[in-house]
């Protein structure tokens, strides 16, 4: 469960707070979008999950955890209970698809026999198994995404993050990758997306929290 408390945050220099008083309960293994005009707090709600940021009042659950209680030592194992999909793509240009997803297994300790066999599964899972050996360069930006969301996924999180995940594709890029969140979200991981792209998550089964 993800529990915001009465969460205010107030960036320095900003006359008005981004969120203000928020209270909302997400349980385990929703599937929600948090909507909202550019500006209203979509993003910050997910730096705050991923304690880039901390509420300038307030309190946030994830997991059992306050993450206001968290030490700098919990962190790291904190947020490999996190997979988190971005705007931009980040992937290594001259990687090829199937070591951009290996080396974020690898970091979390992941060894050669076991990597191949979870990353083959996975990349089955979304259909992207013929950019295997590809390079970033010669994909879409609907395909890079794809491999983003792999490699979020690849260390089994309990929760999924997207922020403006569709906010470079096309449109039928776009419903594609809202569909495989929700094909994400079957198999009972919590995902979260910030977006302003509701219209591509049409007929999926969510909710939308629309912040204001």
Excluded at 45 to 74: H, N, Y
Excluded at 102 to 119: D, F, P, Q, W
């Amino acid at each position: 469960m993800i529990q915001f408390a009465h969460v205010t945050k107030q960036y320095e220099g900003e006359e008005h707070p981004v969120l203000q008083d928020f209270c909302e309960v997400i349980q385990t293994g929703e599937f929600v979008l948090l909507t909202g005009e550019s500006g209203i707090g979509k993003s910050t709600c997910i730096r705050l999950l991923l304690k880039e940021t901390e509420p300038t009042s307030g309190e946030i659950q994830v997991l059992d955890q306050k993450l206001g209680e968290l030490s700098a030592k919990q962190l790291p194992l904190y947020r490999r209970k996190l997979g988190v999909v971005f705007q931009e793509y980040y992937l290594i240009p001259e990687q090829t698809v199937y070591k951009n997803v290996e080396l974020a297994r690898l970091i979390a300790g992941g060894t050669k026999k076991s990597n191949r066999t979870v990353i083959t599964s996975l990349f089955s899972l979304l259909g992207i198994t013929h950019l295997y050996n590809r390079f970033p360069r010669e994909l879409s930006g609907g395909e890079k995404q794809k491999v983003c969301l792999a490699r979020a996924l690849v260390n089994y999180p309990e929760i999924l993050l997207a922020d403006e995940p569709t906010g470079n594709l096309s449109p039928g890029e776009s419903i594609e990758l809202m569909k495989l969140f929700e094909l994400v979200h079957r198999q009972g991981i919590t995902v979260i997306v910030a977006t302003h792209d509701k219209e591509s998550a049409q007929g999926l089964v969510c909710r939308e929290i629309a912040l204001s």
